[in-house]
């Protein structure tokens, strides 16, 4: 049996880690939502966390766990999305620099985002090579931890602490669904929830315009994301080599929805339920509300994760 | 020394008899916002109210104290806004009828809103003359119990609910702050915090384009709204004659804003917090934001009712 990146030990120890630093995250429901889902419906929200989004959660663990030296000098990381503004926070509280790789045609609202939790922005060419050819040079110059957005020990354990919130809240729960782009919380909230609950049954949701998740369960092999076509901006990436194998293993199906479904999803959240959500966190909601995953039978309860609430409020998306 | 409509003791078996029928909302904080007030503010979150409002609770009370003779021919009144879809729920939850009123000229959403809840909708021309009349009428013909949606000794006290339970959580509240329109919620949520902490504050907020409660309260007598002309669609009305005495004798001040005050609060809420609230639930917001209440000494922890999240997702605000 192949060891996992993270389990319910070290997302128990990330729970004690992060205790007091990010926000326990209301469950909520809605009878709009349980009747179109034609089940009981429990949302964790993590689009009322820190920074906006579960990513607070790992980079805490991650920036927590540094020993006083390795701190000292500081975290490294390169990305233009929620992870970057919560490793510049997770940084900040802990009173160690941040330095934040991002591409130079990320929007001007995500840099001063992470200029304003105090993050330390060097702008690179728009491509991964770029990115982390960057990032090996800040890690150079500055002795700083790297500490990647979701394929690292340390980040997933942090994201699966969420897994134990939500079943703390709701023990019966029988199943899970948490959206996949690179998997640092698919697979830290699939160890998690099977780790206490066994018999748990956990799914990934994905947009059909980045669908390499599912299309690695189905092959049986990782496939890398070419191309993605989404409007889900937090789940573009492709599946890492330490989420990959306990997607592989430990999680059920990968459910795919429509553009036209997260959309659908994303304003009946705002209208019904009150609260902003970021396209990501439709695809979640838009799963448990489509034919597929309501034609599964035994599951009476599930959980499933609003993971992030940031979004330009700049224009409608529907 | 005058009786009011309502205190402690009518607030207390309002909230024993909608117990498990309304939801008891969170408080939510937020660090930015805190920062931005110059001070710690609590928010009570009605907008996750059932009907995404707090006229829930009023329409509630009214609807449950009916006795079974009276409820057996149904809860009567004229609303087109978050009163209506209130008392439609709560008359079906109840089992009985409930007869709204509306203006013609109503948007469609919320005639359908009703009607999603069981309500059985009468058109009217739409003045509040006609508005009375054909409520009248109603009331004759079906022999229901007109329940108004703010003057009304049930409906104040099904309001001031909100204030017991953000007390309960937040007992060292040095003020609090309600929006007014008709000022149920206001009157309501005065007699219950003050019953409970007869030294706390209490201030009302209100559109500069509505401001028939601050002039009422600068002149000392009632004095009624003419042309209102505010985004804040739940603050429209003149206070009532129950509700003005309580507003009158037992508010310290009534705070107003500007139409560009509402419109940047109600985003920074969106954005920062993630909850979706309604133009007059800004308007509370916009007032502890503003220079003259920042100025107030003395108030270290403030209250503030996010009454309403029910806006239409058609078009931005800003």
Redesign the interface.
Known sequence: MPTYAADLDTVREAAARIAGFVHRT?V?TSETLDRLAGRHVFFKCE??QKT?AFKYRGATNAVRKLDAASAATGAVTHSSGNHAQALALAARVRGIPAYIVMPRTAPLVKKNAVEGYGGIVTLCEPTLAARERVAAEVVARTGGTLIPPFDHPDVIAGQGTAALELLEDVPDLDAVVAPVGGGGLLSGFCVAARGLHPGIRVFGAEPLGADDAARSKAAGKWIPQTAPDTIADGLLTSLGELTWPIIRDQVEQIFTVTEDEIRAAM?LV??R?????EPSAAVGVAVVLSDGFRALTGVRKVGVVLCG?NVS????Y?
């Open positions: 209301p909520m689009n009322l906006g304003r705002w209208e339920m009150k609260l902003v959500i609430g409020l700049d224009k409608l529907w």
